[in-house]
Nanobody, 129 residues
Framework: QVHVVESGGGLVQAGGSLRLSCTAS????????MAWFRQAPMKERVSVAA????????FYASSVQGRFTISRADAENTAYLEMHTLKPEDTAIYYC??????????????????????WGQGTQVTVSS
């Protein structure tokens, strides 16, 4: 079992920045690919960004490309999402997810909910206009 915990959400004005953090624990010595998804009220959960287990590859949704950056801490299952130039449409609950089993992340699977095995409870991000 892997336990995933997010932090760093909050209220920010449009144009501002936030940094989200995610830690996955429960499998000592294991390193996982990690991703961020978000879900706005009355909408489906959608992918935001992902990073492979070794940090070698990153993936972004077109809506956040150039504004958000995903990274991870060396030798740890901790991932970050730096969000800049935030817009009201970025308002959502942001979820962190880990891919423990299954194939490696690639451009064909990184944005699918089914790729990920464990999820956090989410952190609210609200961007005011």
């Amino acid at each position: 079992q892997v336990h995933v915990v997010e932090s760093g959400g909050g209220l920010v004005q449009a144009g501002g920045s936030l940094r989200l953090s995610c830690t996955a624990s429960g499998r000592p010595g294991g390193r996982f690919s990690m991703a961020w998804f978000r879900q706005a009220p009355m909408k489906e959960r959608v992918s935001v960004a992902a990073i492979t287990w070794n940090g070698g590859s990153t993936f972004y949704a077109s809506s956040v490309q150039g504004r958000f950056t995903i990274s991870r801490a060396d030798a740890e299952n901790t991932a970050y999402l730096e969000m800049h130039t935030l817009k009201p449409e970025d308002t959502a609950i942001y979820y962190c997810a880990t891919a423990v089993w299954g194939p490696a992340l690639d451009s064909g699977n990184w944005d699918a909910v089914r790729t990920y095995d464990y999820w956090g409870q989410g952190t609210q991000v609200t961007v005011s206009s």
